[in-house]
């Protein structure tokens, strides 16, 4: 294990899980939908995109870097399972158009943004 990249991801991943306390502290639930969780998921895919739009367009990204933002810095970030509870909660007290509309939201609005930003890495 290479423990310069070890470094990047820990550095990242605390700095990605830190924004999403905060993120999370700032948009909690509006009318009973996790609007944090949303921007979260959103960020770190825009994110994603534009990192992984970046290598594919030939840009020269060194590796610690992409550890720091990819698997650390984004996988920090973004959250998955939160998004899951929050959804099995949803459905559990019976808001289960709620339930689809934060499903449908993240799904959807993710795989967009990780689209956007490939797109925009080109530039």
């Known amino acids: 294990m290479n423990v310069r990249i070890a470094l990047f991801v820990a550095t990242g991943g ?3 899980a830190f924004l999403r306390f905060y993120i999370s502290g700032v948009f ?4 009973d939908f996790p609007v944090g969780t949303l ?11 534009y990192i992984y739009g970046m290598l594919f367009w030939g840009i020269d990204v060194p590796p610690d870097w992409r550890a720091f933002f990819g698997v650390g810095f984004c996988g920090g970030l973004s959250t998955f399972s939160t998004f899951s509870f929050e959804t099995f909660n949803l459905i559990r007290e019976k808001e289960h158009f709620l339930a689809v509309l934060n499903i449908s939201a993240n799904v959807i609005i993710t795989i ?6 490939f797109v925009l890495s080109r530039r």
């Open 14 to 16: 605390a700095l990605g």
């Open 28 to 31: 909690p639930v509006y009318r």
């Open 39 to 49: 921007l979260v998921n959103s960020l770190a895919s825009l994110m994603l995109g």
């Open 112 to 117: 967009f943004l990780v689209y956007l930003g």
